[in-house]
């Protein structure tokens, strides 16, 4: 089985393209633009900023090697210059299938910013001598041209398309490691798993699957057929695993959620690490549970998890409050056999809130409220000025990276935490139980300050 690459003009759809069909075949994607970063510890506007396209082109082409010698079948963006040199288009050509994405012009510039983040694409003039310049090399190079749709949807069907029929015959193996979840093309797993396996020096492959709803059942038989080691679930599978695996750990069945199954000697054994990334992240920031006092916002199946982590972790005492006051109150009953101090629940009116939070030493939202893409925000912040001069938000929304609530707790002077951290802890715990190693063994402020600099990359 060969590997897939995407060839054509910066804008072309390359890299959008490439990750949404990876996790529709489950195989690892490369972007060779962030290999080169990665490589280099600059930003490519840097590069071509102190060093000149002529350094550029070199990382570029050390990168495809690198990416063309991984013997885990791979679909590969590759930059929009790859092929100015001969060497790249033939290696290409020997390693992989070449596809060259021929997106219109027009559609190109309607979409992309001419704008620093792509130094050889700083006028629409340029791209049009770009075209010129390139197109008979991308003939050249490709083993197949496809022309860019009106809209993704339908150059990803194309895509998919075509190299299933590049593909046809044994199944596609399956990565060492992956996430699934629907969607699943946003998610940054793979950058922050490949990052920590990369700076501990294991050469696994970590891919991200679509695993639409309805099709688990079917997605954990493959696996069992197949040499896979382990996998991480997101939304929506989250509980539906739970039935489908051989065990499952303690804190994950009281949790009601599994977001890691390991797989040893072809039994499935599921976890949870997402409330101790979380409670990592709050130590991180000066604080925890032990002792505090923990105001929760939501009632969702984080809620649940972060309740019981607080419960264990012998906080002083536990505040849900959620829109479904009943919803909130069964989450405090589950939990309170669990505590050794009080455990209340609440409806989320702004009342309720405001006088909690004079209380609270630990804020944490797990509501949607204020994620990027979401209309729905907090009416009111107005509950923030009572809350104690050294307490903690804590927002598990990641994207935006500072949220409204966040935003008004900084302009309070208040202590603020964003969902990232207990994103790239969590990982670091699944990698953990992965590959059979005691956090003890690990330097994590290293791991976790790599995989935080492959993000921002």
């Not at 003039?125 to 339908?154: C, H, N």
């Not at 490949?194 to 991200?208: E, H, N, R």
């Not at 109150?329 to 809130?353: F, K, L």
């Amino acid at each position: 089985m060969r590997h897939a690459l995407l060839i054509g003009l910066s804008g072309s759809g390359k890299s959008t393209l490439g990750r949404l069909a990876a996790c529709e075949f489950g195989l690892p994607f490369v972007d060779l633009d962030d290999s080169v970063e990665a490589r280099t510890g600059m930003k490519i506007r840097e590069i071509f900023a102190l060093h000149g396209e002529a350094r550029f082109r070199d990382e570029e082409s050390l990168a495809l090697d690198e990416a063309l010698k991984n013997p885990v079948p791979s679909i590969i963006a590759t930059g929009g210059g790859v092929v100015l040199r001969p060497e790249n288009a033939r290696a290409m050509r020997e390693s992989g299938f070449v596809v060259f994405l021929d997106r219109p012009l027009e559609n190109i510039l309607r979409d992309v910013r001419c704008d620093g983040e792509r130094p050889l694409l700083t006028d629409a003039g340029k791209l049009y001598e770009m075209e010129r310049d390139r197109r008979a090399l991308y003939l050249e190079a490709s083993d197949s041209v496809q022309s860019g749709g009106a809209v993704v949807g339908e150059s990803l069907g194309e895509l998919v398309k075509l190299l299933s029929a590049l593909w046809a015959g044994p199944p596609i193996p399956l990565p060492e490691y992956c996430v699934i979840g629907d969607p699943i093309a946003h998610t940054l797993s793979p950058a922050i798993h490949g990052a920590i396996f990369g700076a501990l020096g294991s050469k696994v492959s970590y891919g991200a699957l679509r695993v639409p709803r309805g099709e688990l059942g079917a997605f954990v038989e493959r696996v069992r057929n197949s040499n896979m080691r382990g996998f991480n679930v997101t939304i929506p599978h989250k509980i539906d695993i739970i039935p489908l695996l051989d065990d499952v750990v303690e804190e994950a069945r009281l949790c009601g959620a599994v977001n890691t199954v390991a797989i040893r000697e072809g039994r499935f054994y599921g976890y949870n690490t997402d409330m101790g990334g979380l409670l990592a992240s709050l130590i991180d920031a000066g604080s925890g549970y032990a002792g505090r006092n923990i105001l929760i916002l939501g009632a969702g199946g984080a809620s649940r998890g972060v309740a019981l982590k607080a419960a264990r972790e012998e906080a002083a005492g536990i505040t849900i409050l959620a829109r479904r006051a009943e919803v909130a109150a069964e989450i405090a009953s589950s939990v309170r056999p669990h505590a050794s101090c009080r455990v209340r629940a609440g409806e989320m009116s702004g009342e309720a809130m405001t006088r909690e939070a004079r209380a609270a030493d630990v804020l944490i939202n797990t509501t949607p409220l204020g994620m990027s893409g979401l209309a729905d925000d907090f009416v009111s912040l107005d509950f923030l000025s009572g809350m104690p001069s050294d307490a903690l938000v804590c927002d598990l929304v990641y994207n935006p990276p500072v949220t409204s609530l966040l935003r008004a707790a900084g302009e309070r002077g208040l202590a603020a935490r964003n969902g990232l951290g207990m994103l790239i802890y969590q990982a670091i715990l699944a990698d953990e139980i992965f590959l059979g190693i005691s956090g003890r063994e690990l330097d994590v402020p290293t791991l976790y300050k790599t995989a935080k600099e492959r993000l921002e990359r």
